[in-house]
């Protein structure tokens, strides 16, 4: 169940990448969104979209949003199962295979230990990283966390040159972020 989860993800996030960088149009005037999906909850922020969400069979869901723009180089996804993984075996599974994605292969990534840290109060583990994707210089954040008995990725990924473009946007999703799984 969890290595199909693996292979949604990268293979939706080899999707991704492409339009993240390439079919970026030009920004107009987007409104906040609330995201809500088994009881999981999120602000897109305004200038932002939700560009991609869907089922992963039937082990979980996967969402992304995008700050829109001609080149823009923000982007959140978040993923789930539903059950319980280890974190860092999924923390470090998601880095050999993002690795391993026909993309990424081009691009040189260099991951930093994962750590113990919170995230909205909830304890997590958290990898840092750099890329170069397509003579980008990027970085992100891969957080890993229980909630409700299921288990999350959230990855926050950046251009370097763009980042103070996309702080106040991923500050608005880490902070409307909730996971009620109840509802």
Not at 29 to 45: A, H, N, Q, R
Not at 71 to 95: H, K, N, P, V
Not at 145 to 164: A, I, K, N
Request: glycine share 10%.
């Amino acid at each position: 169940m969890f290595g199909r989860f693996i292979d949604f993800l990268l293979k939706s996030f080899g999707l991704v990448i492409p339009v993240f960088f390439v079919l970026n149009g030009c920004a107009g005037s987007l409104p906040e969104t609330l995201f809500e999906k088994d009881g999981v909850s999120f602000v897109s922020p305004e200038g932002w979209k939700i560009i991609d969400r869907r089922i992963i069979k039937d082990t979980g869901y996967h969402v992304s949003c995008q700050r829109k723009g001609f080149g823009s180089g923000g982007i959140f996804m978040a993923s789930w199962i539903y059950g319980i993984t280890e974190l860092d075996s999924c923390i470090r599974m998601y880095m050999n295979e993002f690795e391993k994605n026909i993309l990424m292969k081009a691009a040189t990534v260099e991951f930093e230990e994962t750590v113990d840290s919170v995230f909205n109060d909830m304890p997590c583990n958290v990898s840092v990283y750099k890329a170069t994707i397509l003579g980008v210089e990027s970085r992100g954040e891969i957080i890993s966390f229980y909630c409700g008995g299921m288990t999350f990725m959230l990855v926050f990924q950046e251009s370097v040159d763009e980042s103070g473009l996309n702080k106040k946007g991923f500050e608005k999703i880490k902070s409307t972020f909730l996971c009620h799984p109840d509802n």
